[in-house]
């Protein structure tokens, strides 16, 4: 379960679909700078916007999840940094619809289903 407590981050640059857990985790270390034990989830673009990836780093270890879109595309971020940090109902709406909150929806029934979703949880 994601927490508000936690760093999320998106990174911008695709990458490849065939990089696994071990790779992924060497470019954040590389790249994002992060304290040990720290809580972080860090969001992959495959090259193709088809594909997901969810790179999850805590005080017990790393996992990964690889999420794909039914219909759409995972829309990038449009900014030019490297990466930008998100806050939790901006990685949902991700996960849902392929979208970010700055740019438009993209499937009217992931909509919905947000949203109602939105309100069983409030």
């Given amino acids: 379960m994601i927490s508000f407590k936690k760093r999320i981050i998106v990174v911008r640059e695709p990458i490849s679909g065939l990089l696994g857990i071990h790779s992924l985790y060497g470019l954040v270390k590389s790249k994002i700078a992060f304290t040990q034990g720290e809580s ?3 969001v992959f673009f495959t090259k193709n916007h088809r594909r997901l990836k969810v790179l999850h780093i ?4 790393v996992d990964l999840t690889t999420r ?15 990466y930008r940090e998100i806050n ?3 990685l949902q709406r991700l ?6 909150p ?21």
């Fill in 40 to 42: 972080l989830y860090v």
């Fill in 58 to 61: 805590d005080a017990a270890g």
């Fill in 68 to 82: 794909f879109l039914f219909k759409g595309i995972f829309m990038s971020d449009t900014s030019t940094d490297d």
């Fill in 88 to 90: 939790v109902e901006a």
């Fill in 95 to 100: 996960l849902f619809d392929g979208t970010l």
């Fill in 102 to 122: 700055d740019t438009p929806w993209q499937n009217p029934l992931a909509q919905v289903m947000f949203m109602r979703n939105e309100i069983l949880t409030s």
